[in-house]
């Protein structure tokens, strides 16, 4: 014989009763929105990389502006050396933070599908 339930045990089966229904349910209308989560995570991932982009300009172009203004005021030659060495750094940086989208969108026709078929 089974003792009863009480009522907290109730509500616990109660609760997990309804997340298993909710989860059903989204598991079911996926196909509905017709959307896969390789898709939505490329396009958050383009939405992010557009974003970085953007900051990273204003904060290069910042930067460098900053270490310009120190290479010609400074009578300090360390300074100076200093300032230029990293105007180097924040240039490559760009370029490179700038150059990945483009390798990005130069290498995904290249493996689509998973089906890399060499040059």
Do not use: C, H
């Amino acid at each position: 014989m089974t003792k009863p339930k009480k009522k907290g045990q109730r509500l616990v089966t109660a609760y997990w009763s309804l997340v298993g229904a909710g989860t059903a349910v989204m598991v079911s209308l996926q196909p509905v929105f017709a959307d896969t989560i390789w898709n939505r995570f490329s396009t958050i991932m383009k939405d992010v990389y557009g974003q970085l982009v953007t900051i990273s300009t204003i904060v290069a172009v910042t930067a460098a502006a900053i270490a310009l203004l120190v290479r010609m005021i400074s009578r300090n030659q360390r300074s100076v050396d200093e300032a230029t060495s990293w105007l180097k750094r924040i240039v490559v940086t760009w370029i490179v933070l700038n150059s990945l989208g483009f390798v990005v969108a130069y290498l995904q026709p290249l493996i689509a599908g998973g089906k890399y078929t060499g040059p």
